[in-house]
């Protein structure tokens, strides 16, 4: 049983060494270099790693833009003034 593993595995290493498709498994490596397949490829990839970026910064973008439009009312509810003026008597609380 043992035999039969090993057997296996080194056929199967043989067979990848031997097959240069299999080998160069990545489009750069398969095609080279100034190849139409090469160039999307790397494409692709810069598209995939600034997707995340993307959305993280547009969700904090928003959150920016939340927190600071609700600052600027919270100023503006402060620098108005109240509709009716409450004034405190020393006398009416007997303190």
């Known amino acids: 049983m043992k ?14 060494i ?10 750069v490596c398969l095609t080279g270099t100034n190849d139409p397949t ?13 997707t995340p970026y993307l959305v993280v910064g547009s969700i904090t973008g928003w ?10 009312k919270r100023k503006q509810m402060e620098a108005a003034e109240p509709l ?3 004034s405190l008597h020393q006398e009416e609380t007997g303190r």
């Open 63 to 72: 959150l920016v833009y939340t927190h600071r439009h609700a600052a600027l």
């Open 84 to 86: 009716v003026q409450l």
């Open 3 to 16: 035999n039969r593993l090993l057997r296996g595995l080194f056929a199967g290493s043989v067979g990848l």
């Open 38 to 50: 090469a160039d999307a490829f790397n494409s692709s990839v810069i598209f995939l790693m600034a």
């Open 18 to 27: 031997t097959l240069p498709t299999i080998a160069l498994a990545c489009s």
